[in-house]
């Protein structure tokens, strides 16, 4: 399933303006791969950072897990790209310099409880990516995950940027929650 989102025609005029580099194509694209796009709602999720972000096309591929982002310039894909990790999903760039930056805020230490924000969990696919992912972190016990609500607990004795690093690498993006 592909979501497309396409360029109002005011920003096609100033593509036209900018020359033709950038009316033929010549922007940034920036693929990310690994995206977790489990279901309607997550594609849904990203259309909705589609709708904010101008200058910029999404394409969300479920079946692929992959969000294409084509932008007029390398620092709007930059943004698109910042959009789509605030919406709490992570995937790898295949862009040398446009990257999901790491905003997570995990200490690389041992700690019994890590409370995260920002994850899209909107059904039981997403919390049981949480749990398939966290389970193969060393330490990890049990997590408060649940659809539709974007914080949850991880609670073990396990290494904080390990287990971040485990949802990214399922597809999901992660802050630590500041109280």
Not at 1 to 8: G, L, Y
Not at 39 to 59: D, L, S, Y
Not at 86 to 103: L, P
Not at 124 to 147: I, P, Q, Y
Request: with cysteine.
């Amino acid at each position: 399933m592909a979501v497309s989102r396409t360029i109002p025609g005011c920003l096609l005029l100033c593509l036209l303006i900018a020359g033709p580099a950038a009316a033929s194509g010549g922007g940034t694209r920036v693929t990310l791969s690994g995206v977790h796009l489990c279901c309607k709602a997550c594609v849904k999720g990203v259309q909705k950072v589609a709708a904010q972000v101008n200058g910029a096309t999404f394409q969300a591929n479920a079946d692929a897990g992959t969000v294409t982002v084509t932008a007029i310039s390398t620092e709007l894909a930059q943004k698109a790209i910042d959009a789509v990790a605030a919406a709490g999903f992570h995937g790898r760039s295949d862009h040398e310099s446009v990257k999901v930056r790491d905003d997570s805020g995990a200490p690389d230490k041992t700690v019994d409880r890590l409370e995260l924000e920002g994850a899209h969990l909107c059904c039981g696919k997403c919390v049981r990516a949480v749990n398939d992912a966290l389970a193969k972190v060393k330490g990890f016990g049990s997590t408060t995950a649940e659809k539709k609500k974007s914080t949850f607990t991880i609670i073990g004795n396990f290494n904080a940027r390990a287990a971040v690093a485990a949802l990214n690498k399922a597809g999901l993006h992660v802050r630590v929650r500041q109280p």
